[in-house]
């Protein structure tokens, strides 16, 4: 059966390409169902206590902390169109400045929106003397889908998304490389309902078998091929 060489080296290309991503598909579910097991070991640790020495966000990220330090409720910063049971809101993100140098970023909670106006803040209490503030480290205070960076420009309070490497060059404080989800019980009118943190092992399973379905496909259609232009040879020759 005579192969035409490069119709077949493309075929080739396909389903080699359309298998190694399969597979990479695969490495990326077995990495996220590892971080799943870390993720529920973490939720049960003792919390790290967090001071003045910077921490690298690899090391940190989805593990329990507790700070202590003074809340600045003048550098406030309210996250817009984050819903709660259907219902808009703002997540509240302050620093908190810590015993032993330094601040941190804590995403106290969320707060309801004023249906009419959204420039008009709900009212939430920050208490002025010392906290202790529990929860867990993220690597941002949560991010929303965003169309450019208008909605998040500096110095405004209420903003989209909030990067926790440009607020520090905003404000000039030196801040860790995490933002502390709080989880511990304040009296401040702010609710702590958090979503549980999962890593979505499904969707890479998911994409792994179209790409493995999109191989089969691509080896099929090459044999199919293969096969008519053996045929038409043939005929030709009779």
């Known amino acids: 059966m005579k192969i035409s060489f490069w119709p077949a080296l493309l075929v080739l290309a396909v389903v080699v390409l359309t298998t190694r991503l399969g597979f990479w598909q695969l490495s990326r579910a077995h990495q996220r169902e590892a971080l799943n097991a870390h993720m529920l070991e973490y939720r049960y640790e003792t919390p790290i206590p967090i001071d003045g020495k910077r921490l690298p966000l690899a090391s940190i990220e989805y593990h329990r902390v507790v700070a202590r ?52 803040i709900g009212s939430f209490r920050t208490p002025a003397d010392e906290v202790e503030i529990v929860g867990v480290a993220r690597a941002n205070a949560s991010e929303a889908f965003e169309l450019g960076h208008g909605g998040s420009a500096p110095h405004t309070k209420i903003r989209q998304n909030l990067s926790i490497d440009e607020y520090a060059n905003e404000t000039g404080l030196p801040l860790q490389s995490f933002v502390i989800q709080q989880t511990s019980a304040l009296d401040d009118g702010l609710v702590r309902d958090w979503p549980v943190q999962t890593a979505d092992a499904q969707r890479n399973y998911g994409y792994m078998f179209q790409w493995w379905a999109m191989a089969i496909a691509a080896l099929g259609f090459g044999l199919y091929a293969a096969r008519r232009a053996a045929r038409s040879h043939s005929q030709d020759k009779e």
Not at 71 to 86: A, F, G, I, K, T
Not at 97 to 106: E, F, K, Q, W, Y
Request: proline share 10%.
């Open 69 to 120: 330090g003074r809340l600045m409720p003048e550098r406030v910063v309210l996250l817009d169109n984050r819903p709660y049971q259907d219902q808009p809101g703002f997540y509240v993100v302050m620093p908190l400045a810590l015993d032993g140098g330094g601040t941190v970023l804590v995403n106290r909670g969320w707060l309801p929106r004023n249906s009419e106006d959204r420039t008009q």
